[in-house]
């Protein structure tokens, strides 16, 4: 997992595009209605892990969180394009987490890309990517404002097994980047 970093024109950019998206974004959610769910911790955790790595999971079995439209995570497509001229960019999850939301552990098996995402939280600290690496388990926290992740996944075994947790609201653009051919 890398940490990405924007030239601080284009950050303020990003930061205006989704600042403008997110109250939408929200607004819909609640609509539609989120919940809470008190037990978000456990299902995220090394234990919940140990259970599910003999298997081959490529998405999550659990989860709480709103997949909003794919038209507000395009809306900052032209910028990935930019940053990565030599990969075909594909939106591809468009996530917000409401307050004890969360994707269960998976490995995206099925779609062995460079994968970004660009999250935005107004509270830093409250929410994150968790990731295993190696023996270890890393949890990477959210600051306020945006955070800006990239990772690669596998195909093949050893997969790199991820989730998310977040208990503040969390709005999470992806991305798929894809060699060209």
């Known amino acids: ?15 205006r595009i989704v600042k403008t998206e997110v ?13 809470r769910d008190p037990n978000w911790k456990e299902k995220i955790s090394k234990e919940a892990l140990d259970t599910l790595m003999p298997e081959d999971i490529d998405g999550c079995r659990e989860k ?8 507000s995570s395009n809306k900052l497509l032209h ?21 004890t939301g969360f994707m269960g552990w998976h490995t995206n098996c099925g779609t062995p890309d460079d994968h970004l995402y660009i999250t935005y939280v107004e509270k830093g600290g409250e929410s994150f990517f968790r990731y295993k690496e190696g023996d270890r388990i890393i ?6 404002g945006l955070n800006i992740r990239s990772f690669s996944l596998s195909g093949t075994r050893p997969y790199f097994w991820h ?11 992806g991305y ?3 060699d060209t051919i």
């Open 163 to 173: 989730c998310v947790g977040s208990n503040c609201d969390r709005f999470s653009f």
């Open 139 to 144: 949890t990477s926290y959210d600051e306020e």
């Open 23 to 35: 109250q939408k974004i929200k607004f819909s959610a609640h609509k539609d209605g989120v919940y």
């Open 79 to 99: 910028i990935i394009k930019e940053k990565y001229p030599a990969k075909t960019i594909y939106s591809s999850g468009h996530f917000y987490y409401p307050p």
């Open 64 to 71: 709480n969180l709103y997949v909003f439209s794919r038209g």
């Open 1 to 15: 997992m890398r940490k990405e970093t924007f030239p601080p024109a284009t950050t303020r950019e990003i930061k």
């Open 176 to 178: 798929r980047l894809c």
